[in-house]
């Protein structure tokens, strides 16, 4: 069973940057395709970044040039870095795992998940 733990959220002011940690169990990382969403109060969940073999990367429009997803494969650790932080990006954010296939924006194609971790961003 796929265990997926993020880390690293927190209240940070508009402008600037957070690290979230999605710490995986088994050796996954090298191998699915990880990703992140987001959800926001009153908002359906939404697609934030994705990551697959060997280094492909996808963003949503909203924080391209912003956000920047990687992974280190020898901690089974994804990474999403995220800049220039304005307050819509305030969410709980969501590690995803999908098995080996292609990339895919829909919650529906992730089978693994994590609790989530809480990002605010004040003005």
């Known amino acids: 069973q796929v265990q997926l733990v993020e880390s690293g959220g927190g209240l940070v002011q508009a402008g600037g940057s957070l690290r979230l940690s999605c710490a995986a169990s088994g050796r996954i990382v090298g191998l699915y395709t990880m990703a992140w969403f987001r959800q926001a109060p009153g908002k359906e969940r939404e697609f934030v970044a994705a990551?697959?073999?060997?280094?492909?990367?996808y963003y949503a429009d909203s924080v391209k040039g912003r956000f920047t997803i990687s992974r280190d494969n020898a901690k089974n650790t994804v990474y999403l870095q995220m800049n220039s932080l304005k307050p819509e990006d305030t969410a709980v954010y969501y590690c995803?795992?999908?098995?080996?296939?292609?990339?895919?924006?829909?919650?529906?194609?992730?089978?693994?998940w994590g609790q989530g971790t809480q990002v605010t961003v004040s003005l």
């Open positions: 990551i697959r073999s060997p280094s492909s990367t």
């Open positions: 995803a795992a999908r098995p080996p296939a292609g990339y895919s924006p829909l919650i529906s194609e992730y089978n693994y």
